[in-house]
């Protein structure tokens, strides 16, 4: 009896991943195989603009030198 119950479960959940697989692959699936194939999904527009990106480096300030004297 408990190996049916447990088997229930499992099975719910095994049909769970199915559903959830065929819905990502029907979605992006596309996506999928071109990536696969090496091969740009849509071609790359000649009049994109490339952007730089900024990168924000945290300088570390030294201590004020009465912290340094109540340490």
């Not at 559903?19 to 992006?28: D, I, K, Q």
């Not at 091969?39 to 030294?62: F, G, N």
């Amino acid at each position: 009896m408990s190996a049916a119950l447990g088997t229930l479960p499992f099975l719910a959940t095994l049909w769970l991943l199915v559903v959830l697989g065929a819905r990502v692959l029907e979605e992006s699936g596309a996506k999928i195989v071109a990536a696969l194939r090496g091969v740009p999904l849509q071609p790359v527009s000649e009049l994109s603009v490339p952007y730089r990106t900024r990168l924000h480096i945290r300088r570390l300030t030294p201590p004020n030198v009465e912290w340094r004297a109540a340490a």
